[in-house]
DNA sequence: CATGAATGAGTTTTCATTCAT
DNA sequence: TATGAATGAAAACTCATTCAT
């Protein structure tokens, strides 16, 4: 579940510095020496690993997004009844947002943004993708609402985001229990 | 529907353009002069009217947060059947968004950012603490799911965000079409 | 013979400022903020008037370089005698060399730079061909001795630099004289 | 001919990459790590063999200049008639020039630069002052023409180094014949 | 000897803001 | 009111140099 093994110390300090600013203030409001000072190192060290601020953000962007994607995919099993797949699913990634809540924030955040550049957009896409084609196949057995797939799986994705950022603002618990009440309300909304 | 009257061409020029930047780079990747370019005054021109680059952020989020509250609670009919009730803000809300679609992705984008004021993030606290109020009374007469009124808000919320973000980034048709379909799951999510 | 007249104070003193700096020390080896020093205003209004480092270079390049060829090519009759003629486009330059030594000292400087712009080096090049062309006619005419143009262009050209330069680093007087003195050598290494 | 034997391959490295390179973007545009890359040596190992980048430039200079000087003062045979001497030492020059064409253009490129110390600029005076006394010397018998000596000094230098840098940016062949040429006129111009 | 990660001062450039006109 | 030249602090980024390995 953990991306990268963590060769470089001073590397991943930078990621991790970075990480919270981006989330804090978001790219354009993080200044390249407050990275460095958080992580502890000197400015011109960002640069000995990232080339720019904007490859910053994408190597950040696409080690996260390629765990959550990870995690996705894997607790997908077609052979389990799509009530089960869809509750697997919903709570694997809840489970993600507990244990990774800034990490996914920043992806949130950061979603679309002008400066990821093709690759971490294409793992958007692809996963987008993916998500219509399990989407339609459960439609096509009537488990799920017959409604354009695009329009489910946003939905459903949209409530996600909604419950997990009321909970890192502080509005929700951010526990298992919150995310388990709004499966039901996602499941039922979703369901053929 | 529409919010405060143009008294000053040029200050309606500076807020339309500034808006059109921060939703397309962000508060912070936006210039002051970038604005004056697009608003076509000369820059020292915004500070006339807006005493800092904040002060303008704040003003359009004011102005655009008390359209779109003015809009949701105008819609609000206690009188009509919850099922009746929940449609029509619902699909106030989409006409807001379809009407309105730059102006809702701006609110969107600067949520809770640290660069609003105290009296714009308390009508954000104030929306949200009436819509408690509203759910936990539709609960009491079963109405509503019986989990808790923050869930059930921040679930529909997100949703109704997931689907207007796809719209407006391609994915989904920026219709009324749309967000009916979407309203009847989010029915089906929060119903009693 | 003054070149464009002096519309801005400030991007005048500017260019006047670069001119020093870039003969002192190089483009290289002069900041941006020495130059905005030593012109008396602030970083910044440099780049108000100039899009950058680069494109204050060409600015100076141009205008010099322009004057200059100004300055020769006007000099030339083909009314007069070769000896005439060739003595007329010498002292002409010395006469340029003498009243602006610094900016002569800067077109030498920055001959053929990788940071000049197709423009500047256009100029060059154009110069260089009529050169050509001129010394062809004369040897026609066995004015000029009769080895290739551009071995005789560039041997007094060389040989006028080198007068000018030995002059601005103090090993000969900077006067008509020393440069009188040389054009009867030129003559002579060059005459049919 | 060939100056200082090569002691340490590094070194010999470093010095070579380095006289491309100041030859190239001179010496504020090129940095010890593009440097470091040229040579194919880390850029810490530069500091092993020269105290700074200012050091290196030195040593360079250094090395060349006397290689240059040596080929030149070799050149010098009193008995021989002026004529004969005059052809001698322009055409060693000219060979000189033809294999070492980098060698020289850095040379000429950093003539009486800033950074080069005091013993680099003493080799520049020491040169000067016996080209001086030569000349001077064959004044005495009017085998040359009656000019200061400087100027017929400056200008036999700035003639020659105008045949080289043209030929060296393509525009005259870099050969013998060229400086053949080139000595007539040169000849010509300085005789008694 | 040789390396290259690390540093931090210095570089070019941008930008929020002011102010004389 | 409206302008836009001017400012200077701060941004992103580079680089000469050091030092632990």
Chains 1, 2, 3, 4 share one sequence.
């Not at 991943?12 to 203030?25: D, H, M, Q, S």
Request: proline residues 3%; charged residues 20%; hydrophobic residues 50%.
């Amino acid at each position: 579940m953990t991306p990268a093994v963590a060769v470089h110390d001073k590397a991943e300090a930078i990621l991790g510095a970075a990480l919270e600013l981006f989330v804090e203030r978001g790219f354009h409001g993080t200044s390249v020496p407050s990275v460095a000072e958080r992580a502890k190192v000197a400015a011109g060290t960002i640069y000995h690993y990232f080339s720019s601020k904007e490859a910053l953000v994408n190597a950040l962007y696409k080690r996260w997004k390629e765990a959550l994607v990870a995690e996705i995919t894997s607790s997908v099993d077609s052979s389990k009844a799509p009530r089960e797949q869809f509750r697997s699913v919903w709570m694997r990634m809840a489970a993600f947002a507990i244990k990774y809540p800034k990490e996914l924030a920043f992806l949130e955040l950061h979603h679309h943004a002008s400066y990821l550049d093709a690759e971490c957009l294409g793992i958007e896409r692809q996963v987008f993708d993916l998500g219509v084609l399990i989407v339609t196949e459960a439609q096509t057995i009537q488990a799920l609402r017959n409604v354009p797939a695009g329009i489910l799986l946003e939905f459903a994705q949209g409530a996600f985001v909604g419950i997990f950022r009321a909970a890192i603002e502080g509005r929700l618990p951010l526990t298992l229990e919150t995310f388990q009440q709004a499966e039901q309300c996602a499941w039922e909304a979703v369901r053929g």
